[in-house]
């Protein structure tokens, strides 16, 4: 890489990356937090039902529009699959996947489980300050019995939800970061969220929760993907 290059990434970092930090970190919080009250691990009989992956990849153009592409995130749902059950594999857990023409018919829940999802983000793993004062510091949230159908159609005893987006720069975008870092200027390239949820079907509980923020992974090839799989399901409980 030219000299003038490596320079310009360097003092792009020099501004991007405290901001970024401050962002993204997530401090190393003991398993209870991810764990709703009464919940330590799963039994060993329980049957984990692995929903379709909520996935959706972008580009981020010149100018910061965020364009989706569906070959890439074609792709990622494929990769996805297979690592999950990759990792299912290797947590030893008894899973099972939902039929195309179920997943098609449950999917205004996995919509629901977006939105559950972003509140716990928010209130339970966000700054202190937008903690609600109701759930005493606890992973107290639940989908109710929009979960049911899902329960009938599988006799799962669980369901793993997984919510994924991430971004990339794009050409365009890499070349406005350097030109505009030359100046002391810092723009954002892709970032990766990711939520996952373990629900009780019996009583619609989110009993385990994780949420993936950061700038780096990529879905779009097999290997990454595994790796983003693994980072998300990280602190996922035992099954005893």
Do not use: C
């Amino acid at each position: 890489m030219p000299a003038h290059l490596r320079h310009a990434l360097r003092k792009l970092r020099a501004v991007l990356l405290p901001a970024l930090a401050l962002l993204t970190s997530t401090p190393a919080y003991p398993d209870a937090r991810n764990l709703a009250p009464g919940f330590s691990s799963l039994p060993k009989s329980a049957k984990v039902l692995i929903m379709p992956p909520d996935v959706e990849l972008f580009s981020i153009s010149g100018g910061g529009v965020v364009e989706p592409k569906a070959d890439w995130t074609a792709a990622a749902h494929t990769h996805l699959q297979a690592a999950l059950s990759g990792k299912a594999a290797e947590l030893s857990l008894q899973t099972q996947e939902l039929p195309e023409k179920d997943a098609d018919e449950l999917a205004e829940i996995s919509s629901l489980h977006a939105a559950v999802a972003r509140s716990i983000a928010f209130h339970h793993m966000g700054i202190g300050s937008f903690a609600l004062p109701t759930k005493n510091g606890k992973l107290d949230w639940s989908m109710g019995e929009a979960v049911k159908p899902v329960h009938e159609k599988s006799a799962a005893d669980y369901a793993l939800f997984i919510w994924l987006r991430d971004s990339y720069a794009s050409s365009e975008r890499k070349a406005a970061m350097i030109a505009l870092a030359l100046l002391g200027v810092g723009i954002g390239g892709g970032m990766q969220i990711g939520y996952a949820s373990l629900v009780d079907l019996r009583s619609g509980q989110v009993v385990w929760f994780n949420r993936l923020l950061r700038a780096d992974g990529d879905l779009r090839e097999a290997a990454p993907a595994a790796e983003t799989v693994k980072a998300l399901l990280d602190r996922f409980p035992d099954s005893k």
